[in-house]
T-cell receptor, first 111, second 118 residues
Framework: GEDVEQSLFLSVREGDSSVINCTYTDSSSTYLYWYKQEPGAGLQLLTYIFSNMDMKQDQRLTVLLNKKDKHLSLRIADTQTGDSAIYFCADLYSSASKIIFGSGTRLSIRP | DTGVSQDPRHKITKRGQNVTFRCDPISEHNRLYWYRQTLGQGPEFLTYFQNEAQLEKSRLLSDRFSAERPKGSFSTLEIQRTEQGDSAMYLC????????????????FGPGTRLTVT
């Protein structure tokens, strides 16, 4: 069955890099996503990576995909207080076009 | 482009009552999805439409739930005889399916409707 797992919490110091990790089980994944959710707000699509890619960089965000190990990570460089949020890893379950989400990683920033 | 909008943003209802939520997708997006999110969890897929056709329903969608997208634009999600376990955030998303692709890969979410059943 489809499943996405990620750690629940991450605390980093302002200015440091944050790395949020995720594992998934779907061997036929085509797209993998990172969504951001701030308190009281909807889900914001941050970035996504196609399964034939190993890495994608977008400004402060770097996504790494290890398809063999079914491991996805999101690195946020120079983490700022505005990056405090819950980050969801997600997998496009292509046979149904639905997205399978992890439980989210709460990122907190300390001064 | 205006984003996905949902109405109402909050709904408090008594157990046993019926509720209906509305979602307006991004214009020209032919796919529309409903998800449910409970506290501390990620969103869970409920159902999706391509134009007016409902193509899949999750087993989470009991007989008390019904969704429609009559003209292929906005969609409604109705919950009949609400139960306390229905309390959650109901999220709508939309995407544009390009011809030749197996699925629409960028889903944009609305702000959600928070339902509280007392």
């Amino acid at each position: 069955g489809e499943d996405v797992e990620q750690s629940l919490f991450l605390s980093v110091r302002e200015g440091d890099s944050s790395v949020i990790n995720c594992t998934y089980t779907d061997s036929s994944s085509t797209y993998l996503y990172w969504y951001k959710q701030e308190p009281g707000a909807g889900l914001q699509l941050l970035t996504y990576i196609f399964s034939n890619m190993d890495m994608k960089q977008d400004q402060r965000l770097t996504v790494l995909l290890n398809k063999k190990d079914k491991h996805l990570s999101l690195r946020i460089a120079d983490t700022q207080t505005g990056d405090s949020a819950i980050y969801f890893c997600a997998d496009l379950y292509s046979s149904a076009s639905k997205i399978i989400f992890g439980s989210g990683t709460r990122l907190s920033i300390r001064p | 482009d205006t984003g996905v909008s949902q109405d109402p943003r909050h709904k408090i209802t008594k157990r046993g009552q019926n509720v209906t939520f509305r979602c307006d997708p991004i214009s020209e997006h032919n796919r529309l999805y409903w998800y449910r999110q409970t506290l501390g969890q990620g969103p869970e897929f409920l159902t999706y439409f391509q134009n007016e056709a409902q193509l899949e329903k999750s087993r989470l969608l009991s007989d008390r739930f019904s969704a429609e997208r009559p003209k292929g634009s906005f969609s409604t999600l109705e919950i009949q005889r609400t139960e306390q376990g229905d309390s959650a955030m109901y999220l709508c998303a939309s995407s544009k399916l390009f011809s030749g692709t197996s699925g629409a890969y960028e889903q944009y979410f609305g702000p959600g409707t928070r339902l509280t059943v007392t």
